[in-house]
Each structure stands twice: as structure tokens, then as C-alpha cells.
């Protein structure tokens, strides 16, 4: 509920609010994600995003170029997800993961047009307003910008990870992507989601003009089934992966 009010705020005051009349017929869609709605922390940011809206009665679809998730048994009517009420629009959802990198690479490329074709037809059904996108790729950020500016909505980024500061991302190709990303991506998109206090600053380094609206923690403690001890002092909870 309250990222759905600071997230309308957001557009309002941004001016990002360019088709909807009122806020109930605000209309988002969800770009970039391509891991598994359940098996990937993308995917399950995702749905917390998409069910936060749609609990005030924002449409979201979020449009996943993940490979077909029939193996691992979950369950969908359509495009539509049982129990959640996400319009989940898959533009490979009858596609298995190939083996061969070659083809699987190629593929890759190949549903970005496949996307784009999705994206004119919710276009033509709802009018977007603004699409929430999460990437790390310069070349997928000129894309969706491309995308956006042809359907005339906005693209607000979510800022999760400084590629620079990782050492991991030590191949030259990489350590390109994150040059151009981070000097250009900022001025391009038309407002920011960062996580972070230092991801904000980041930002405003860059593009000192941008909206930026920093996004609170979303977890859903219906799926914490024990009952936490009531402590009488201050303790630290700490969710996530053991890896970090």
C-alpha cells in the first residue's frame, strides 16, 4: 500500500502520468524481468510490485522473456496468475531453454521483437502509462527507451546493483556495458527507482534533474508461518540469501 502511494505521488508530481485521467485507471507494465517468477529474486520483486499496486487497483502486467516455467509446476490460467491477479504476459512461454549458448543467444535477440509486438498489443488495449524496467544492460535500456518513446510512455528505471563496484564483473565486455550504463542510462529514462541511499546519490551525480524515489524494503511476511518471539529490545532480522 504505501509504495503504491509514494509510486502515484511519483508520477503525478513527475509528470509521468501522461494518458490515465485518474489514478484507479493508472496502467504500468513490468519490463526486463527474465528469471522464473518463483525461482529468481527478480521475479519475486516482480510480484511484490505488481501485487502492491494491484491491491489499489493499479493494472500491472509484467511481460517476462523467462523460458517455459511448466516444469517446475507452476500453475497458470492464460496469461494470468492463480491467486495473485497479475496479468503475466510470457512472450516465450511455450519456448523450452535450449541447450546450444549459440541458439540460445539468438533467441534471446529474436524475442525482443516478439516483445515488442506484445507490448503494441496491451498498448492498444490499456494505455500505458509508464513502464517499470530492470536491467543492467545498456543495449536492453536503449531498447525499451526506443520502445517507449514509439508507444509514448514512460520508463522509470530500477536501480538494484553498482556494476562498477562489483569485482565479478571483471570481462572486458562487462566493464564496457558499465561505462556507457552508468554515465548515460540517467539521462535517458525519464525517472529512477534506487534501493539505496548510495544508488540515490549515484544518480543525482549524473542526472541532478531526474525524479528519483528511493523504494522501501517489500516483503510479504505471509510466508513466514512461525511466530517471531516478541523481544523488549532492539534485534536484527536479517532476510536473504545465506551467500551474501
Known amino acids: 500500500y504505501c509504495f503504491k502511494i509514494y509510486f502515484i505521488l511519483f508520477l503525478q508530481l513527475t509528470n509521468l502520468m501522461t494518458n490515465s485521467k485518474y489514478i484507479n485507471t493508472l496502467n504500468i507494465v513490468y519490463l526486463g524481468s527474465s528469471g522464473s517468477l518463483f525461482g529468481s529474486a527478480s521475479g519475486l520483486k516482480a510480484r511484490l510490485i505488481a501485487r502492491a ?8 502486467t509484467i511481460v517476462s522473456k523467462s523460458w517455459n516455467d511448466s516444469n517446475k509446476g507452476i500453475s497458470f490460467v492464460g496469461d494470468t496468475l492463480e491467486n495473485e491477479g497479475i496479468a503475466y504476459c510470457r512472450v516465450a512461454s511455450e519456448l523450452s531453454r535450449p541447450s546450444n549458448i549459440v541458439k ?21 488495449l490499456m494505455s500505458i502509462d509508464a513502464g517499470i524496467l530492470v536491467t543492467r544492460s545498456f543495449i536492453s535500456m536503449l531498447f525499451y527507451r526506443f520502445v517507449s518513446k514509439i508507444l509514448c510512455f514512460s520508463l522509470v528505471i530500477n536501480y538494484m546493483e553498482y556494476g562498477s563496484a562489483m569485482v565479478t564483473r571483471n570481462k572486458f565486455s562487462q566493464k564496457v556495458n558499465d561505462y556507457f550504463y552508468e554515465r548515460f542510462t540517467f539521462k ?5 527507482l534506487p534501493i539505496s541511499e548510495v544508488l540515490k546519490n549515484l544518480i543525482l551525480n549524473v542526472n541532478r534533474g531526474l525524479p528519483v524515489l528511493k523504494t522501501p524494503v517489500l516483503v510479504d511476511m505471509n510466508c513466514f508461518q512461525k511466530d ?13 540469501a545465506a551467500a551474501f
Not at 188 to 192: G, M
Request: one cysteine or more; proline letters at 2%.
Open 53 to 60: 499496486l494491484i491491491a489499489e487497483n493499479v493494472n500491472v
Open 104 to 124: 540460445r543467444n539468438l533467441l534471446k535477440y529474436l524475442l525482443f521483437i516478439r516483445e515488442f509486438t506484445e507490448l503494441k498489443r496491451i498498448n492498444k
Open 188 to 192: 535517458l529514462v525519464d525517472a529512477a
Open 228 to 240: 517471531l518471539p516478541k523481544w523488549d529490545y532492539k534485534y536484527f532480522l536479517f532476510c536473504g
